[in-house]
């Protein structure tokens, strides 16, 4: 197969030939698709991530279908359509997996980073990570979902917002676009919060009641003229964007970070505690999580913007991704 890999950490990727893999016991072997280029693809490439062994091939937004299964594998039969995400399987046996926690398995692999993903025309997945992709859902649209998407739908869906409810989305981005969708679809008033105004007929477009330029207005007082938000979905990886809508929230209002900023972030815990208020993060989800996020976006017509390339262009579409000028996601077509 042919397979884009980095050869150790920092390195350049190098396009190289090698042996489809044998599907293990419990490992199902998939034939790729589509896969996302996620930002903390970076993590793989450059070694930033405790635990990762080179040569590694990057991608963990797999969407393919299955080629094989190995021993013991009764839950998934070849052509099943599959996807995974993040989680890349827990051990069922840890204490956070005995309580049904399998996203803080305590020996969790993670897909592109403890085992070989997606950059490739072909990964094996241990079966547990592997969510089953709807029908009608089309491969590129479905990959970024397995990250991107579940990280955004997931965070709404475990929050507390209810329908009606004032939520913003802060960042307008590779997450941020498809968070947009999941609050108007969720039927949350939804706020569309950037510096780039040029993205404001795109958010309306794309499900927002409200945007509001950050660059001329203040997202905190414009939020608390809405009534003060419910929920910020923070995707914006930016300390100072991140400490900017604090005092926006309304009472019990929770600020849910998914974009992780490089430095710590100082938040004002008078307000919170004068309006019983949350500063917090969300992660992804297991397999599950990311079924029901391919099967609402299915339901809704949700899907990410993306642009495609051949794994042969992997650089370039690696620089793409870096370079925060793609509209939205990135995807490569092995
Ligand atoms: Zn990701
Ligand atoms: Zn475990």
Redesign the pocket.
């Given at each position: 197969m042919r397979a884009a890999v980095v050869p150790e950490a920092g390195a350049e990727f190098e396009l190289v030939e090698r042996e489809v893999p044998d599907p293990g016991p419990g490992e199902v072997l998939v034939e790729v698709d589509a896969c996302g280029i996620?930002?903390?693809d970076v993590f793989t490439k450059e070694g930033t991530y405790p635990g990762v062994a080179y040569p590694r091939i990057p991608g963990?937004?797999v969407a393919g279908h299955v080629a094989a299964v190995g021993e013991d594998v009764t839950t998934w039969h070849e052509g099943d359509r599959v996807g995974a995400g993040?989680h890349g399987g827990h051990c069922f046996t840890c204490e956070p997996c005995r309580r049904g926690k399998f996203l803080q398995c305590e020996n969790a692999d993670i897909t592109g980073l403890t085992f070989d993903g997606g950059y490739a025309e072909y990964a094996a997945v241990p079966a547990e990570a592997l969510a089953r992709i709807p029908d009608d859902l089309a491969a590129v649209d479905a990959a970024p979902l397995l990250?991107?998407g579940i990280t955004t739908y997931n965070a709404l869906r475990n929050s507390g917002a209810h329908a009606g409810d004032l939520v913003a989305v802060q960042g307008i981005g590779g997450l941020g676009h498809l968070a947009l969708q999941y609050a108007h679809a969720a039927g949350f008033e939804t706020v569309a919060l950037s510096h780039s105004p040029d993205k404001r007929d795109l958010a309306l477009d794309l499900g927002a009641d409200h945007f509001v330029d950050t660059a001329e207005e203040d997202p905190a007082a414009a939020l608390q003229d809405l009534g003060g938000a419910r929920v910020v979905l923070g995707t914006a990886p930016s300390s100072d964007a991140i400490e900017s809508v604090v005092g926006g929230l309304g009472n019990d209002g929770e600020l849910v970070v998914v974009g992780v900023p490089g430095d710590p972030v100082s938040v004002d815990v008078q307000y919170l505690v004068g309006t019983r208020g949350d500063v917090g993060g969300w992660g992804s989800g297991h397999a599950r999580d990311s079924q029901d996020t391919l099967e609402f976006s299915d339901l809704r017509g949700i899907a990410p913007r993306t642009e495609t390339y051949p794994l042969a262009e992997v650089s370039a579409a690696y620089d793409r991704m870096l370079s925060n000028d793609a509209r939205f996601r990135v995807v490569l077509e092995p």
């Open positions: 996620c930002h903390s963990h937004e993040w990250c991107a």
